[in-house]
Structure formats: C-alpha cells, structure tokens
Antibody, heavy 116, light 112 residues
Framework: EVQLVESGGGLVQPGGSLRLSCVGS????????MSWVRQAPGQGLEWVTY????????FYVDSVRGRFTISRDNARNSMYLQMTSLRAEDTALYFCTRAPRNLDFWGQGALVTVSS | DVVMTQSPLSLPVTLGQPASISCRSSQSLVYIDGVTLLHWFQQRPGQSPRRLIARVSDRESGVPDRFSGSGSGTVFTLHITSVEAEDVGVYYCMQGTHWPFTFGQGTKLEIK
C-alpha cells in the first residue's frame, strides 16, 4: 500500500524557517517524481514545487521561488521542503504528493502556521 | 499560467439525482506524448484530496462507476449519474501539462 507521511509542521513567526519532511513507503520511491501542494485554511489547492527522481531538477511557483527549497534523500525514501522567510500567506496545510503531472497519491498533510 | 475555470462553484443536489461539473482551461492540455493531463479530485470534509479520474476519463480503482469524466482540448466535465451522501465534498480539476500546474477553484457539492 502506498503511503506518504508528512511531518515537521508547526507555528513559526513571520520571517522564520521550517523544514517539512515526507516519507514514502509501499512503492519504489527513488523512481518517482515528487511534489508539494498546499491548501490555505478554507481555500483551494495550490501548487508549490516538484522534484525529479534523482533530485537534479526542481521547479517552483513564483510565490515561493528563492524562499523554499525542495530536496530528497532516496536512501531514506524521503523528500523535504525547506521554507525560509516565511510569510503569513504561507500558512497552509502542506501535502506531500506523488507524480506531479498526475498526483496519484497524497499524504495527510502537515500544517504550517505563520503568525506572531 | 494556464487558468482552470470550474462551474458551478456551488452544487446543491438531491440524493439520487445526476450532477455535472464543468472545467475549462485557457490553453490546450494535450501533453507532448499526446495524452491530455486533466484530472479530477475529490476532497471530502476533513480529508486529503484523492484522485477520482485521471487523464480526462480513466476512473481510479475503487471509485464508484457513477463517476465519469469526458472532454477534450479545453473543455472537460465530471459526471455523477446518481449522487449519494458520501459524495459531499469539494471537487477540483487540475492540469498537469503546463508548469506551473494549476487547479480549478473547486466546486462544493452538497445535498439539498
């Protein structure tokens, strides 16, 4: 059974940093493109970033480029999202997702709250 | 960016009645391999989204056959033949052809 489990969410002050982790199981993690999608409270879904299987290619939406960094460690079946210079508008539930162009599996989400 | 426009945004439906949601894209969604990367997701209250329909019309394993998808080019539709109580939630279309990939605004289905 495919599972994606996020961790690392929490409350952070504006301008602060946070790192999210996602562990994948039940599939050959190292062969899949992976991604992060977020959802602000009561709002719709928004793309954030994705990464290719060996970590050599990354893509970001304009609103996070230069502040967020996606990475992965295939030996640990893990993907990460390093978030810096956080803003109130980054407050959201962050979902780890598989296969960016198809989004066939989603994690349960990690809540990030940016507030003073 | 490709704009995905869903309608309606609110969909009250009587149990047992059909329903449909439209999704229009601002550009063709045909990918370089000829496949159209338009998908439909369901998000039940308090849950993560799950994919219902992949690539316009491929129903996911385990998804009831009352759900179906159709369309081509820039106009797509999610059909529900007979709405059940468990169908309550928000439905999103998404295009995976052009980066940044984009979602529709979401359609909230509720029971009348």
């Amino acid at each position: 059974e495919v599972q994606l489990v996020e961790s690392g969410g929490g409350l952070v002050q504006p301008g602060g940093s946070l790192r999210l982790s996602c562990v994948g199981s039940g599939f050959n993690f190292r062969t899949y493109w992976m991604s992060w999608v977020r959802q602000a409270p009561g709002q719709g879904l928004e793309w954030v970033t994705y990464i290719n299987p060996d970590g050599s290619e990354t893509f970001y939406v304009d609103s996070v480029r230069g502040r967020f960094t996606i990475s992965r460690d295939n030996a640990r079946n893990s993907m990460y999202l390093q978030m810096t210079s956080l803003r109130a508008e980054d407050t959201a539930l962050y979902f780890c997702t598989r296969a960016p162009r198809n989004l066939d599996f989603w994690g349960q989400g990690a809540l990030v709250t940016v507030s003073s | 960016d490709v704009v995905m426009t869903q309608s309606p945004l609110s969909l009250p439906v009587t149990l047992g009645q059909p329903a449909s949601i439209s999704c229009r894209s601002s550009q063709s969604l045909v990918y370089i391999d000829g496949v159209t990367l338009l998908h439909w997701f369901q998000q039940r209250p308090g849950q993560s989204p799950r994919r219902l329909i992949a690539r316009v019309s491929d129903r996911e394993s385990g998804v009831p056959d009352r759900f179906s998808g159709s369309g081509s080019g820039t106009v797509f539709t999610l059909h529900i033949t007979s709405v059940e109580a468990e169908d309550v939630g928000v439905y999103y279309c998404m295009q995976g052809t052009h980066w940044p990939f984009t979602f529709g605004q979401g359609t909230k289905l509720e029971i009348k």
